[in-house]
């Protein structure tokens, strides 16, 4: 395998500006130089991918995916860890968080060994930026596709322990108005973990006290959320409303088109704006594949899901399960059915995220001296080329 790589002919997308006749020189996985393509002179050694004057981005970054492919990170295998991170690698993403659900303890601790394993093993998918938690601290009332017989509280005995079987998790999603919920946030703040508000029926209140214990991100904006409520006869804010009003708060938003629709999509966009706003599938094990019976969480204790209408739904149909979305399809899904700028419909899916999750340093938008991650894609956004540090991880 060549050391040198070279990308030319192609609209490079820079976070605040698309450029042509620019060639991206790199080595050993990290950008060198990003020169004109006229004081580029080739050798012969290098190896060269001509973007026939299609998009270079930088590599997609999904923070909150379950699976893809027929796999589901809760499956507890190295096996399904790998299948659904190839199959990610062919809609353009290079970097992942696996996100586990609401399950036993037991199933955790397996997931954590496996995962160990998983990274070790992945040469041909996306890569593992470290574990989310989606769970098992939820208010009951906003579950949503969360199986209900493992909710429960933030105990330290508990949450203790699990922070002592890994330090591989990057983010931890729960309600912040469950007892123990602020000291537990303040304990991941001290770890480095980043304490996210989720599945929550907090108010306005709650919800500002937890932004300053450190939960700094709303996991899927509008999905399993409070909102405006009344009680005895007064009107309180919730999580939503948070969101919006605490300029610092990052989000990240399900743009499958179907968990939020266009008008939804153009008002986070509006109030929000693509340096606060993410874009994350949420997807299950259905994500590239046909519609049909599935399953959202384990094979061996997941529950039921219905694929149809390019979403995953319970088998009542009446909440979603999670996306089958891929992350091109989300960049589309903001181009054109929101009716945003290409460039920024990028950051939301590249240099956002990577800000979130405190990666940006080395990933997340194309500079000299970041890892050598992209996706090239047509004016369709179909994925041509997918590049992880320099490698070639899916060409169509």
């Known amino acids: 395998m060549k050391n040198r790589l070279i990308i030319k002919n192609g609209k490079v997308i820079f976070p605040d ?25 080739l050798d012969g050694s290098e190896m ?48 992942l968080l696996p996100t586990t659900l609401t399950s036993t303890s037991e199933e955790l601790t397996k997931t954590f060994s496996v995962y160990k394993d998983a990274v070790k093993q ?5 890569k593992f930026l470290g574990l989310h938690l989606e769970g098992p601290y939820f208010a009951y009332s906003q579950r949503g596709a969360q199986d209900p017989r493992y909710l429960r509280n933030p105990e330290p005995e508990e ?17 912040p108005e469950l007892p123990g919920a ?22 306005y209140e709650e919800a500002l006290d937890a932004y300053h214990a450190g939960f700094t991100h709303v ?23 948070t969101a919006y009003l605490i300029d610092d708060m990052t989000v990240e938003i399900i743009a499958d088109g179907v968990h939020l629709p266009k008008p939804l999509l153009q008002f986070v966009y509006k109030f929000k704006g693509p340096d606060k706003t993410a874009l994350c599938t949420d997807s299950m094990r259905g994500a590239g594949m046909p519609d049909g019976e599935s399953i959202i969480g384990s094979l061996e204790k997941g529950q039921k899901a219905i694929i149809e209408d390019g ?42 995220p990577a ?25 369709h956004i179909h994925v041509s080329y997918t590049i992880l540090e320099g490698n070639v991880i899916y060409a169509d």
């Open 219 to 241: 996991t899927h904006l509008y999905s399993a959320m409070s909102t405006v409520t009344r009680k005895n006869a007064f009107r309180y804010a919730g999580v939503l409303e």
């Open 182 to 203: 602020f000291a537990f946030g303040k304990v991941l703040a001290s770890k480095n973990i980043l304490p996210s508000i989720a599945h929550s029926d907090a108010i």
């Open 48 to 95: 060269v991918i001509d973007a026939g004057k299609k998009y270079i981005a930088p590599g997609f970054i999904d923070i909150h995916t379950h699976g893809g492919g027929g796999h589901d990170f809760m499956d507890g295998t190295v096996e399904s860890y790998l299948g659904a991170a190839e199959m990610h690698a062919r809609y353009g993403t290079t970097a």
């Open 311 to 352: 979403v995953a739904k319970l088998p009542d149909r009446t909440a979603f399960a999670g996306s089958v979305a891929t992350t091109d399809r989300l960049v589309r899904t903001m181009v054109n059915i929101a009716g945003i700028p290409l460039q920024d419909a990028v950051k939301m899916m590249t240099l956002t």
């Open 355 to 379: 800000r979130i999750i405190h990666v940006d340093e080395h990933k997340g938008s194309i500079q000299k001296g970041k890892d050598a991650d992209f996706v090239i894609f047509d004016d």
């Open 159 to 175: 949450y203790n322990r699990i922070l002592e079987e890994t330090n591989d998790i990057v983010r931890w999603s729960l309600a």
């Open 122 to 126: 992945n040469k041909k998918g996306a």
């Open 17 to 41: 500006r698309t450029e042509e006749n620019l060639d991206i020189i790199c080595e050993n996985g990290k950008i060198i130089e990003i020169l004109k393509s006229e004081d580029v002179s």
